[in-house]
Protein backbone atom coordinates (compact mmCIF):
# COMPACT_ATOMS: atom_id res chain seq x y z
CA UNK A 1 0.00 0.00 0.00
CA UNK A 2 1.66 3.63 -1.27
CA UNK A 3 1.95 5.79 2.24
CA UNK A 4 0.63 8.88 -0.12
CA UNK A 5 -2.45 10.74 -0.50
CA UNK A 6 -5.00 10.89 -3.55
CA UNK A 7 -3.37 13.49 -5.70
CA UNK A 8 0.33 11.64 -5.33
CA UNK A 9 -1.14 8.02 -5.26
CA UNK A 10 -4.37 7.83 -7.45
CA UNK A 11 -2.91 11.14 -9.80
CA UNK A 12 0.76 11.20 -10.45
CA UNK A 13 2.26 8.07 -9.73
CA UNK A 14 -0.77 6.33 -11.65
CA UNK A 15 -0.41 8.42 -14.40
CA UNK A 16 3.25 8.36 -14.87
CA UNK A 17 3.37 4.36 -14.11
CA UNK A 18 0.61 3.88 -17.50
CA UNK A 19 3.29 6.20 -18.97
CA UNK A 20 6.18 4.61 -18.73
CA UNK A 21 4.61 1.00 -19.34
CA UNK A 22 2.58 2.08 -22.69
CA UNK A 23 6.51 2.84 -24.05
CA UNK A 24 7.97 -1.11 -22.81
CA UNK A 25 9.04 -0.26 -19.49
CA UNK A 26 9.20 -2.45 -16.62
CA UNK A 27 8.14 -0.60 -13.19
CA UNK A 28 8.08 -0.92 -9.38
CA UNK A 29 5.64 1.03 -6.96
CA UNK A 30 7.29 1.86 -3.77
CA UNK A 31 10.24 0.05 -4.52
CA UNK A 32 12.24 -0.81 -1.28
CA UNK A 33 16.22 0.56 -1.38
CA UNK A 34 18.55 -1.48 0.77
CA UNK A 35 22.07 -0.32 2.49
CA UNK A 36 25.08 -2.13 2.20
CA UNK A 37 24.14 -3.75 5.47
CA UNK A 38 21.34 -4.96 3.54
CA UNK A 39 18.23 -3.33 5.84
CA UNK A 40 15.87 -1.02 4.41
CA UNK A 41 17.14 2.51 3.38
CA UNK A 42 13.89 3.62 1.90
CA UNK A 43 11.17 3.49 -0.78
CA UNK A 44 11.19 5.13 -4.12
CA UNK A 45 7.64 6.04 -5.39
CA UNK A 46 8.44 4.49 -8.95
CA UNK A 47 11.45 2.53 -10.21
CA UNK A 48 11.31 2.24 -13.99
CA UNK A 49 14.11 0.00 -16.12
CA UNK A 50 14.22 0.35 -20.03
CA UNK A 51 16.85 -0.62 -21.17
CA UNK A 52 20.23 0.34 -19.80
CA UNK A 53 18.15 2.96 -18.15
CA UNK A 54 17.08 2.94 -14.26
CA UNK A 55 15.05 5.96 -13.37
CA UNK A 56 14.05 6.52 -9.44
CA UNK A 57 10.82 9.09 -9.69
CA UNK A 58 9.90 10.30 -6.72
CA UNK A 59 6.44 12.26 -6.59
CA UNK A 60 6.89 15.62 -4.19
CA UNK A 61 3.95 18.00 -3.00
CA UNK A 62 6.91 20.16 -1.73
CA UNK A 63 10.53 20.67 -1.46
CA UNK A 64 11.19 18.67 1.62
CA UNK A 65 12.41 15.85 1.06
CA UNK A 66 14.43 16.93 -2.06
CA UNK A 67 17.93 15.60 -0.44
CA UNK A 68 16.54 12.48 0.94
CA UNK A 69 15.34 11.79 -3.13
CA UNK A 70 18.73 11.72 -4.15
CA UNK A 71 20.19 9.97 -1.38
CA UNK A 72 18.03 7.12 -2.67
CA UNK A 73 18.69 7.17 -5.95
CA UNK A 74 22.35 7.13 -5.50
CA UNK A 75 21.79 4.55 -3.16
CA UNK A 76 20.08 2.33 -6.06
CA UNK A 77 22.52 3.50 -8.63
CA UNK A 78 19.52 5.30 -10.66
CA UNK A 79 20.64 6.72 -14.24
CA UNK A 80 18.60 9.60 -13.50
CA UNK A 81 16.20 10.86 -10.90
CA UNK A 82 13.01 12.49 -11.87
CA UNK A 83 11.47 14.72 -9.14
CA UNK A 84 7.75 15.32 -10.49
CA UNK A 85 5.48 18.04 -9.03
CA UNK A 86 2.08 18.88 -9.76
CA UNK A 87 2.98 22.30 -10.93
CA UNK A 88 4.85 25.14 -11.56
CA UNK A 89 5.49 26.74 -8.37
CA UNK A 90 6.30 23.76 -6.67
CA UNK A 91 9.39 23.03 -9.08
CA UNK A 92 10.74 26.74 -8.52
CA UNK A 93 10.81 25.86 -4.99
CA UNK A 94 12.37 22.35 -5.59
CA UNK A 95 14.98 24.22 -7.70
CA UNK A 96 15.76 26.89 -5.24
CA UNK A 97 16.48 23.60 -2.65
CA UNK A 98 18.44 21.70 -5.07
CA UNK A 99 20.69 25.13 -5.33
CA UNK A 100 21.07 25.42 -1.91
CA UNK A 101 22.11 21.90 -1.96
CA UNK A 102 24.83 22.45 -4.01
CA UNK A 103 22.74 20.04 -6.55
CA UNK A 104 21.87 21.76 -10.36
CA UNK A 105 19.10 20.13 -12.04
CA UNK A 106 20.96 20.78 -15.51
CA UNK A 107 23.45 18.15 -14.72
CA UNK A 108 21.79 15.13 -16.66
CA UNK A 109 21.02 13.13 -13.21
CA UNK A 110 18.32 15.04 -11.73
CA UNK A 111 15.27 16.19 -13.81
CA UNK A 112 12.79 18.48 -11.80
CA UNK A 113 9.81 18.44 -14.46
CA UNK A 114 5.54 19.10 -13.47
CA UNK A 115 3.50 15.98 -14.11
CA UNK A 116 2.74 17.23 -17.37
CA UNK A 117 6.50 17.28 -18.17
CA UNK A 118 7.29 14.57 -16.91
CA UNK A 119 4.46 12.59 -19.41
CA UNK A 120 5.71 14.49 -22.23
CA UNK A 121 9.26 13.64 -21.27
CA UNK A 122 8.47 10.11 -21.18
CA UNK A 123 6.55 9.90 -25.00
CA UNK A 124 9.32 11.94 -26.68
CA UNK A 125 12.54 10.20 -25.58
CA UNK A 126 11.55 6.84 -24.48
CA UNK A 127 9.01 5.98 -26.89
CA UNK A 128 12.10 4.51 -29.06
CA UNK A 129 12.74 1.99 -26.71
CA UNK A 130 9.38 0.43 -27.01
CA UNK A 131 7.84 -2.14 -29.96
CA UNK A 132 10.34 -4.94 -30.82
CA UNK A 133 13.31 -4.73 -27.92
CA UNK A 134 10.44 -4.67 -25.38
CA UNK A 135 9.98 -7.38 -24.95
CA UNK A 136 14.10 -8.70 -24.04
CA UNK A 137 13.93 -5.94 -21.77
CA UNK A 138 11.34 -7.29 -19.97
CA UNK A 139 12.72 -10.61 -19.49
CA UNK A 140 16.42 -9.39 -18.18
CA UNK A 141 14.64 -6.72 -16.07
CA UNK A 142 12.46 -8.75 -14.39
CA UNK A 143 15.57 -11.12 -13.50
CA UNK A 144 17.23 -8.43 -12.73
CA UNK A 145 14.87 -6.35 -10.22
CA UNK A 146 12.17 -9.05 -9.79
CA UNK A 147 8.57 -9.05 -11.27
CA UNK A 148 6.83 -5.62 -12.19
CA UNK A 149 4.45 -4.38 -9.85
Known amino acids: MMRGDFLHNEVSVDQLDVAWRSVGASTWRE ?9 IFGYTDLLVRLGSYLIAVEVEL ?3 RVARDIEKALA ?4 ELWIVTPNVRVRCAIHRSLQRLGQGSGNGFIFVLTLGQALQRVRNCFSLFSGVNAGKKQIETERNYGHGS
Not at 31 to 39: E, K
Not at 76 to 79: E, G
Request: charged share 20%; hydrophobic share 40%; aromatic share 6%.
Open 76 to 79: LSAT
Open 62 to 64: SPK
Open 31 to 39: RAIFDAQGQ
